[in-house]
C-alpha cells in the first residue's frame, strides 16, 4: 500500500504539471461563453507565457550552441549575438499568436478531439522518458532535459498534425456543394449574439474552418476540378491543424521549462539555508 502511495506522489510530482494543464484546457473549453469571455485575457497572457518559455528556452539552446562552434567566447559578437530584447520580443509576439490560436480554437473542438490531445501528453510522457536515457550517455549533464525538450517537439508535433488532419477529414462535414462562399458563410457562420472579443475570433476561427470545407466540397465543378479550391482547402486544413498541433505542443513543452526552472530554484533555495 505505500509503494504505491510513493509511486502516485512520484507520478505526481513527475508529470502533475501536465494533467494540471489539460485540466485546465479542458475547463476552458466547456466555461460559457460570458464566463470566457471575461477569462480571456488572464488565460491568454499565461498561456502565451508558458508556450513564450519554451519557445526562448530552444531558441537559446540554438543559438548557445551555434555562438560556441563558431565565435571565441571573449569576442563582443559572442555577446551582441547572445540573444537579447529582440529575440524576447519576437517570441513573446510569437508566444502571444499561438496562445490566442490555441484558446480560440479550444472552444470550437468537438469532444472527439479531446483522446486526442490526452494521446499527446502521455506519448510526451513516454518519449521524454526514453530520449532522455539515450541522451545522458551523450549530452552534458546540465543540458540533458532542455535539449530533450528541444528533439520531442517536432516529432510530437508531426504525430500530432497528422492525427488532427485524418480526424477532420473522418468526421462529418457540412454539406456545402453547390453554395456559395458568401451564402455559405451565412448559413454556418451566423452571429450567436455575442458581442465580445472573443465571440470575434472564435466567428473568424469557424469562417476558416467552412471555407475550407467549402473549397474541398466545391473543387469539382462542371466536371473538371478547380486546382485552386482545391489547394486552398488543402492547404487551410494543413494550416490550422498544424498550427493547434504545433501551439499545444509549445504550451507543453513550456510547463516542462516551468517545472525544470521551478524545481532549480527550489534546490538552490533549500541548498542556500542549509548553508
Same mark, same amino acid.
Given at each position: 500500500?505505500?509503494?504505491?502511495?510513493?509511486?502516485?506522489?512520484? =507520478?505526481?510530482? %513527475?508529470?502533475?504539471?501536465?494533467?494540471?494543464?489539460?485540466?485546465?484546457?479542458?475547463?476552458?473549453?466547456?466555461?460559457?461563453?460570458?464566463?470566457?469571455?471575461?477569462?480571456?485575457?488572464?488565460?491568454?497572457?499565461?498561456?502565451? /507565457?508558458?508556450?513564450?518559455?519554451?519557445?526562448?528556452?530552444?531558441?537559446? =539552446?540554438?543559438?548557445?550552441?551555434? =555562438?560556441? /562552434? &563558431?565565435?571565441?567566447?571573449?569576442?563582443?559578437?559572442?555577446?551582441?549575438?547572445?540573444?537579447?530584447?529582440? @529575440?524576447?520580443?519576437?517570441?513573446?509576439?510569437?508566444?502571444?499568436?499561438?496562445?490566442?490560436?490555441?484558446?480560440?480554437?479550444?472552444?470550437?473542438?468537438?469532444?472527439?478531439?479531446?483522446?486526442?490531445?490526452?494521446?499527446?501528453?502521455?506519448?510526451?510522457?513516454?518519449? !521524454?522518458?526514453? @530520449?532522455?536515457?539515450?541522451?545522458?550517455?551523450?549530452?552534458?549533464? #546540465? &543540458?540533458?532535459?532542455? $535539449?530533450? !525538450? %528541444?528533439?520531442?517537439?517536432?516529432?510530437?508535433?508531426?504525430?500530432?498534425?497528422?492525427?488532427?488532419?485524418?480526424?477532420?477529414?473522418?468526421?462529418? /462535414?457540412? &454539406?456545402?456543394?453547390?453554395?456559395?462562399?458568401? #451564402?455559405?458563410?451565412?448559413?454556418?457562420?451566423?452571429?450567436?449574439?455575442?458581442?465580445?472579443?472573443?465571440?470575434?475570433? #472564435?466567428?473568424?476561427? %469557424?469562417?476558416?474552418? $467552412?471555407?475550407? &470545407?467549402?473549397?474541398?466540397?466545391?473543387?469539382?465543378? !462542371?466536371?473538371?476540378?478547380?486546382?485552386?479550391?482545391?489547394?486552398?482547402?488543402?492547404?487551410?486544413?494543413?494550416?490550422?491543424?498544424?498550427?493547434?498541433?504545433?501551439?499545444?505542443?509549445?504550451?507543453?513543452?513550456?510547463?516542462?521549462?516551468?517545472?525544470?526552472?521551478?524545481?532549480?530554484?527550489?534546490? @538552490?533555495?533549500?541548498?542556500?539555508?542549509?548553508?
Amino acid at each position: 500500500m505505500s509503494s504505491a502511495r510513493l509511486s502516485w506522489r512520484l =507520478l505526481v510530482r %513527475r508529470d502533475g504539471h501536465l494533467a494540471l494543464v489539460l485540466a485546465i484546457l479542458l475547463l476552458w473549453s466547456l466555461a460559457g461563453s460570458g464566463l470566457a469571455s471575461l477569462l480571456l485575457l488572464p488565460a491568454w497572457v499565461i498561456t502565451a /507565457q508558458l508556450i513564450f518559455a519554451g519557445s526562448l528556452e530552444t531558441a537559446r =539552446l540554438r543559438r548557445r550552441a551555434w =555562438l560556441g /562552434q &563558431y565565435l571565441r567566447v571573449a569576442s563582443p559578437w559572442h555577446r551582441l549575438l547572445s540573444g537579447g530584447l529582440v @529575440m524576447i520580443a519576437w517570441h513573446q509576439l510569437l508566444g502571444l499568436l499561438l496562445a490566442l490560436l490555441l484558446l480560440v480554437k479550444l472552444r470550437l473542438l468537438a469532444p472527439v478531439y479531446w483522446p486526442l490531445l490526452l494521446i499527446g501528453v502521455a506519448g510526451l510522457i513516454l518519449l !521524454r522518458s526514453v @530520449m532522455r536515457r539515450r541522451l545522458e550517455r551523450h549530452v552534458i549533464a #546540465e &543540458y540533458v532535459p532542455a $535539449v530533450t !525538450r %528541444r528533439l520531442l517537439v517536432w516529432p510530437l508535433g508531426l504525430l500530432l498534425t497528422m492525427s488532427l488532419v485524418l480526424l477532420a477529414l473522418w468526421l462529418p /462535414q457540412p &454539406y456545402l456543394v453547390g453554395l456559395g462562399w458568401e #451564402e455559405a458563410l451565412m448559413r454556418h457562420v451566423a452571429a450567436d449574439g455575442h458581442d465580445s472579443l472573443l465571440g470575434f475570433f #472564435e466567428r473568424v476561427a %469557424r469562417a476558416l474552418d $467552412v471555407t475550407q &470545407y467549402w473549397a474541398m466540397q466545391n473543387a469539382t465543378e !462542371r466536371g473538371e476540378v478547380s486546382e485552386s479550391l482545391v489547394l486552398v482547402g488543402w492547404l487551410l486544413l494543413l494550416l490550422a491543424q498544424s498550427a493547434f498541433a504545433w501551439a499545444y505542443v509549445r504550451l507543453l513543452m513550456g510547463a516542462e521549462t516551468l517545472r525544470e526552472a521551478t524545481l532549480e530554484t527550489l534546490s @538552490m533555495k533549500i541548498g542556500k539555508e542549509r548553508e
